[in-house]
């Protein structure tokens, strides 16, 4: 298994430029995340999903869209990039444990993006 | 979810036990605590969780209090590479799995 894989590694943008960070995980599990941690702080939830065609907005959706088409997918769209969107961006899944409702979220290796 | 104080920062020796503690005081009945950990800007990597219980698995042990209002993950021997920022996160069974992330603890294990 990959995991969750993530595309690009980098990336400087413009601002008013877009761009597409893209997401997948080999696990089959129904939730994704996308999140964002800026320097010396937490991370921050985008937007989620709950499984193939349902998507919600969490803590800081403002200036990000997301689908989700497939189960392995979770792209995560920038329409007019900003300053305020420079950070790293983690997309995550998890699946609910049977035993116990639980859930583990497994991340991928981050995107690290520069708006200028 | 409930909120979570965590100290900013704490030092081990390596090859001793690491003791990260959390406080969780206004949990309630349904909710998990989870711990997380990254390591350099790395995508965070899950470690454990318990609800009531005391929890062990490859990596650390969970122990959670009676009350529930606190609890104390450890590392029993810490090495270098457990060098990392430790998050304590409480979370409930109908959150979706959506974490909320504080400061948390950063560890730093020396020689």
């Known amino acids: 298994n990959a995991g969750v894989t993530q595309t690009p590694k980098f990336r400087i943008l413009k601002i008013g430029q877009s761009m597409t960070l893209q997401c997948t995980q080999d696990m089959n599990h129904n939730y994704m995340y996308w999140y964002r941690q800026d320097p010396g702080m937490g991370l921050k939830l985008i937007y989620y999903s709950v499984g193939a065609g349902i998507t919600d907005k969490g803590e800081v959706p403002n200036g990000y869209n997301v689908s989700r088409s497939t189960t392995e997918d979770f792209p995560l769209r920038l329409e007019l990039a900003a300053p305020s969107q420079t950070s790293v961006y983690f997309c995550a899944s998890s699946y609910i444990a049977r035993s116990d409702s639980s859930y583990e979220q497994y991340f991928g290796p981050g995107t690290r993006l520069t708006v200028t | 979810d409930a909120k979570t104080t965590q100290p900013p920062s704490m030092d081990c020796a390596e090859g001793r036990a690491a003791n990260l503690p959390c406080n969780h005081s206004?949990?309630?009945?349904?909710?998990?605590v989870y711990w997380y950990r990254q390591i350099h800007s790395q995508g965070p990597q899950y470690i454990i969780h318990g609800l009531k219980n005391n929890e062990t698995n490859e990596m650390a042990s969970l122990i959670i209090t009676e009350d529930r209002k606190s609890s104390t993950l450890i590392l029993p021997h810490a090495t270098l590479r457990d060098t990392a920022v430790y998050y304590c996160?409480?979370?409930?069974?109908?959150?979706?799995?959506?974490?909320?992330f504080g400061q948390g603890t950063i560890l730093t294990v020396h020689p």
């Open positions: 996160i409480v979370l409930g069974g109908t959150s979706y799995g959506k974490l909320t």
């Open positions: 206004t949990i309630s009945g349904n909710e998990y």
